[in-house]
């Protein structure tokens, strides 16, 4: 349980959930193209404000041991990853070869972002 609360696991753990509430809030709604855009942007606006309140924490807490770079890529990775999973599942949508190569291209660049000095 100890390792959960550690300013290196928080962060990640926090910014995965924060995600999951970023890409329900920005991509959830195309399945619901009848839906009034209105509507449709309050309800993403409510579901954002739980994203912001998991990323905000996640980044005071790792900057603690990460810098604002590295915080910035770990959670852009996990977008990536939340995001392939979510078009796959929830929208139906395949992860062709070419996006497959362009989110590893991405993911090789976050692991020179992490190569020297730290925090």
């Known amino acids: 349980m100890a390792a959960l609360?550690?300013?290196f696991v928080s962060p990640i753990l926090l910014l995965i959930a924060s995600n999951v509430f970023m890409t329900?809030?920005?991509?959830g709604h195309l399945k619901f193209k009848a839906a009034p855009l209105a509507l449709v942007v309050l309800a993403s606006w409510g579901i954002a404000f739980v994203e912001y309140c998991l990323a905000v924490p996640a980044n005071r807490i790792?900057?603690?041991v990460y810098s604002a770079a590295q915080l910035k890529t770990i959670q852009?990775?996990?977008t990536l990853l939340v995001f392939a999973i979510f078009s796959v599942v929830y929208l139906k949508e395949q992860l062709t070869w070419?996006?497959?190569i362009g989110f590893a291209l991405i993911a090789a660049g976050a692991f020179f972002v992490f190569?020297?000095?730290?925090?």
Do not use: M
């Open 5 to 7: 609360t550690s300013p």
């Open 24 to 27: 329900l809030a920005w991509y």
């Open 62 to 64: 790792g900057h603690e």
């Open 76 to 78: 852009e990775v996990i």
């Open 98 to 100: 070419n996006y497959a």
């Open 115 to 119: 190569q020297g000095r730290s925090a």
